[in-house]
């Protein structure tokens, strides 16, 4: 008979649930302990209403830390099992995870957590050797493992086509006022546990560039270093877009990024093309496939780098009162 998980597991498994990646860094999720299971929320007090007006990119951020958090639950030994979306009457529920049969990890399940803490994204141009045939193998299967599927966008006329869409949804967004300010709230140049510090924001964009940054303020770059000319692309995308599936693909594309850290790859990732609808069905159309986009990623090698910020942990946990 398998018991609950205690405040202990629950706080050990959300510290690096924490460190999945979320739309400017909001970290919009909190971790609740109810009746010995482990209910995963989005936090509606950090939603970004003129970037993510739908909650999609909460829904994504979610479901990566819901993928952290099976991880190290499976790791310590306790794995568990997930049902989404577990309350019809209280949606920003997105997860409920009980106690399955205990049971050792995977060695899968031990390298992709080994690389949890090691991830970050990477906005700084990588050096131009191409991605291993095994490595896209690997990142593929991670995506399909959950449920997902990852294309990616091989050759220079379908990148540079790629680019055209992802750059006019670049400019959609930059016209709106409130989403501007909205990104420009959420970049530090002070230390903070959460918004994108601006050293982490990748080189100010210039106007060769092909694939568009979103600007977090980063630094000049220096003459000549500028971003591979054949960059790897790789859109992630699910079978249908209800909230489950948005929390599926999340999931997904954790296992992808922890995938792609584990093989010495680096990613940084590029979500214009989605937020915007013309130009996320133009993408879709471009990859000829069934299902939705959720995600676009640029892969590569890349020059080191710092993972960013997290709040601490007590802050997102929701802990019955001890009596
Ligand atoms: C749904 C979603 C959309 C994102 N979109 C972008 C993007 O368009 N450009 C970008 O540079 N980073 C994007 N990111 C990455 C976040 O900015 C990043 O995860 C966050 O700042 C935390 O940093 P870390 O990934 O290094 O841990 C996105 C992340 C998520 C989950």
């Known amino acids: ?33 109810v009746d010995g299971g482990i209910d995963l929320a989005v936090d509606p007090l950090r939603r970004l ?5 739908s909650g999609w990119g909460a829904r994504i951020a979610c479901g990566a830390a819901l993928f952290h958090l099976r991880l190290a639950l499976a790791v310590a030994g306790t794995p568990a099992t997930v049902r989404l979306r577990p309350y019809p009457g209280d949606p920003d529920v997105v997860a409920r995870l009980v106690p399955d049969v205990p049971r050792r990890p995977t060695p899968t399940e031990q390298s992709l957590h080994g690389a949890v803490a090691r991830r970050f994204s990477n906005r700084a141009p990588f050096w131009p050797d191409p991605v291993p045939a095994d490595a896209r193998w690997r990142l593929g299967e991670a995506a399909r493992a959950e449920q997902c599927w990852l294309e990616l966008v091989i050759g220079a006329s379908a990148v540079n086509a790629f680019a055209e869409i992802a750059r006019s949804a670049h400019r959609v967004l930059e016209r709106d006022p409130a989403y501007v300010s909205e990104r420009t709230r959420w970049i530090r140049s002070e230390p903070s546990p959460d918004g994108v510090p601006a050293a982490a924001g990748g080189p100010r964009s ?14 000049d770059r220096a003459p000549g270093r500028d971003y591979e000319p054949e960059p790897l692309v790789a859109v992630l995308g699910s079978t249908g877009n209800t909230a489950a599936d948005q929390v599926v693909a999340g999931q997904a594309l954790q296992r992808v990024l ?3 850290t584990d093989a ?11 937020e915007v609808p013309g130009a996320r069905e133009a993408l879709r159309l471009s990859l000829g496939r069934f299902g939705t986009p959720q995600m676009v990623m640029r892969i590569g090698f890349g020059q080191p780098g710092r993972t960013t910020p997290r709040r601490p942990v007590d802050e997102v946990l929701d802990l019955p009162a001890v009596r």
């Open 264 to 274: 010495g790859l680096a990613v940084s990732m590029l979500s214009q093309p989605i």
């Open 1 to 33: 008979m398998t018991t609950g998980y205690t405040a202990a597991q629950l706080r050990a498994a959300a510290a690096d649930a924490v460190r999945a990646p979320s739309l400017h860094n909001t970290q919009p999720w909190r971790f609740r302990l």
């Open 206 to 219: 210039e106007p060769q560039d092909l694939l568009p940054q979103r600007g977090f303020g980063g630094r």
């Open 258 to 260: 922890l995938t792609a």
């Open 49 to 53: 209403p003129a970037t993510d007006p």
